[in-house]
């Protein structure tokens, strides 16, 4: 597209909202972040010495970071074959699906977490239907586990994987997979060989989505996870709200994010490589 | 012979065979009749293609003839009617078990992938050995003299060096029949021809059968044996060059292939046209029934005649030199216009010139009826 010298004014307010609302707060955050006391009295990185010092910290930083894997994973597993479904339906079809897809997008993440905790709760949905059928005789524990919290998050972040997945299956010439064919590779080999690598950015950009998604999403992890799970978002929290100790709740915050960025940075590289590769 | 067992041992093929010794396939097409819901794509398309021949199937946009390739392909199934290759019916086979190699309009080169990995896509498919995979990809890429490109990836490379590779990637897995759809289209002028050069060059050095879409009559006048010309699903002429253009066996074939003048009229007993803007002498072209009748004849054979002999009468409108002819566009008394063309004489018209337009002795005209 081309730029014109003229056409600046046109991102001032996203600029301006941008700077206010986001670089202000973090500098804010950042700043509250380097005081060594809770009445904010003397400077210093006591607060993230302390963090990093600690094992307890440690851990819970690990768990936030290997819980958002698995959503993630979970989310591609499941979510790239329904996006590879809705990109080779017929139009009608396809329609249908991005409604059914999108969907879940226009509701809050709060009522969906809420689904969740009705539907693992030990009078919940899957509970009745196994005592229906005779697999358990009492309640099994599924909410406020783990794997309650990857299977939620995995579920509400799922728009945001299968929608650039479609968009990166959409993309790819039709007769790339025709010429594949003609060659005489069958279905496998053709989606191994040329899909799969073509929808590669795709794939990677849903991931980073759903990755920083469910890393910070507070609610779910906190109404699935319940009180023992100790997750990134609820330690800044109750660090903030019930300690009062801005300094480490800051600390906290700023840690995550800087290891979410790294690792966004890193995919964005791959992503970067792997967009070279197939777009020129 | 249009049986099972040739369908298990003509169907089937084996990349161990040599690319350079295909011997051209004969491809019948038999009553192929498509269609997309209830709009019918191909209708009725019988023809047979000799081994080695180059046939063009040429119409304008719409007319069935990339469906017709696909469907010889076999990446569409037709609805109706038979494809044979080399007399065995390949109607269940899929594109690489039936023989049949397709170069795409847009060459459908992997992005991903280098020179040397498309063009060894379709031997390492078929479970070929390393060390033949590799001496194959560097005879394919001499074949279309890219051997320095190997390592390249297809947006490195321009348009006719990818269409060389495309075109390398297809032939690597030894088909029996190439299908190119509209192979030149994405070519700039210059490098069309080259390429059109080339593909020649390639079809004939290994002899094999080929199939061209196209919607430029020029390049399937001058590339290929034979022309079927398509339209509406159906072809309306199916021959040589020549035939098609000097005798068109429809109006459309006439309208569509070439550059031609309709003349609406009655055809008297005499073999004269008579029209609205006066009287044509036809010559010998007597053999349709007298009465109302649509007349074809292309610019070349025209010509000015002095006002003694019989003739159009009009003036002319426009001169368009076009280096070693002229095009004159001359208005007729009926508002017509007639496109004449004659060599760049000594004698030079300019507009407004009164001429008289004759048919020049012995010139094929096409008659049709109304």
């Known amino acids: 597209m081309r730029r014109h010298a003229g056409d600046w004014p046109l991102v001032l307010p996203l600029t301006l909202f941008f700077a206010v609302f986001v670089l202000v707060p973090l500098a804010l955050l950042g700043a509250v972040s380097l005081y060594s006391d809770t009445t904010l009295t003397t400077h210093g990185v006591a607060q993230y010495v302390k963090f990093l010092t600690d094992r307890f910290n440690l851990g819970v930083l690990g768990q936030t970071l290997w819980l958002g894997l698995l959503a993630t994973v979970l989310a591609l597993v499941v979510g790239y074959p329904l996006g590879y479904i809705a990109a080779v339906a017929p ?45 358990i005789d009492a309640p099994v524990r599924l909410l406020y586990t783990p794997w309650a919290v990857v299977v939620a998050l995995a579920q509400i972040q799922l728009p945001l994987m299968v929608l650039p997945v479609i968009t990166a299956l959409g993309n790819i010439d039709p007769n790339l997979r025709h010429a594949s064919h003609a060659l005489g590779a069958g279905r496998w080999r053709t989606f191994v060989a040329v899909t799969l690598p073509l929808s590669a950015p795709g794939l990677l950009a849903g991931c980073l989505l759903v990755y920083a998604g469910s890393v910070s999403a507070f609610v779910t992890q906190t109404l699935v996870g319940g009180g023992q799970l100790m997750l990134m978002p609820q330690y800044m929290y109750q660090q903030a709200i019930q300690a009062n100790n801005y300094p480490f709740a800051a600390a906290v915050a700023m840690i995550l994010l800087a290891a979410v960025l790294a690792i966004v940075i890193v995919v964005n590289t791959v992503t970067k490589k792997t967009q070279t590769l197939v777009h020129g | 012979m249009w049986g099972p067992a040739a369908l298990t041992s003509a169907g089937r093929f084996s990349y161990k065979e040599s690319p350079v010794t295909t011997r051209g396939v004969a491809l019948d097409l038999d009553g192929i009749t498509h269609r997309f819901g209830h709009t019918v794509a191909v209708e009725g398309v019988s023809l047979r293609i000799e081994p080695g021949e180059i046939v063009a199937l040429l119409g304008p946009s719409g007319c069935g003839k990339t469906t017709l390739l696909r469907i010889v392909s076999g990446l569409l199934r037709q609805s109706g009617g038979h494809v044979a290759v080399d007399g065995g019916i390949v109607d269940e086979l899929p594109p690489n078990e039936r023989g049949a190699g397709i170069v795409f309009q847009n060459y459908a080169l992997f992005p991903h992938m280098t020179v040397e990995a498309n063009v060894g896509y379709g031997l390492r498919a078929r479970g070929a050995p390393r060390a033949e995979i590799a001496e194959t990809v560097e005879r394919m890429l001499a074949l279309v003299r890219m051997e320095g490109f ?42 069309r021809l080259d390429m059109q050069i ?36 159906r072809v309306e002429q199916f021959g040589r060059p020549d035939e098609i253009y000097d005798r068109p066996a429809t109006l459309f074939v006439a309208t569509f292939v070439g550059t031609t003048n309709v003349l609406r009229g009655k055809l008297l007993d005499d073999g004269t046209l008579d029209c609205a803007a006066g009287r044509l002498p036809l010559g010998a072209v007597t053999t349709r029934p007298t009465g109302p009748v649509v007349v074809a004849v292309r610019p070349e054979h025209f010509r000015f005649v002095v006002d003694a002999e019989p003739g159009i009468d009009g003036r002319i409108e426009l001169v368009l030199p076009l280096g070693p002819l002229v095009v004159y566009d001359v208005i007729l008394a009926d508002g017509t216009t007639l496109k004449v063309t004659s060599a760049r004489g000594a004698t030079s018209r300019a507009p407004g010139d009164r001429v008289r337009v004759a048919l020049a002795a012995g010139s094929p005209v096409s008659v049709f009826g109304p």
Do not use: C, Y
């Open chain 2, 198 to 233: 080339e593909v020649k060059r390639l079809q004939r050095e290994l002899d094999i059968t080929t199939i061209m879409v196209t919607h430029d009559q020029e390049e399937a006048l001058s590339l290929a044996d034979r022309v079927a010309v398509m339209n509406h699903g």
């Open chain 1, 91 to 135: 139009p009608a079809l396809q329609r249908v699906l991005l409604l059914v897809i999108v969907l879940p997008l226009l509701t809050s993440a709060v009522v969906r977490t809420f689904a969740w905790v009705v539907i693992l709760g030990r009078q919940g949905i899957v509970n009745g239907l196994l005592a229906a059928i005779g697999l």
């Open chain 2, 150 to 191: 190997a390592r390249r990836l297809p947006r490195q490379l321009s348009g006719g060096q990818q269409q060389r590779v495309a075109l390398a990637r297809t032939l690597a897995v030894s088909p029996r029949v190439l299908l190119l759809d509209e192979p030149f289209g994405a070519l700039d002028k210059n490098l």
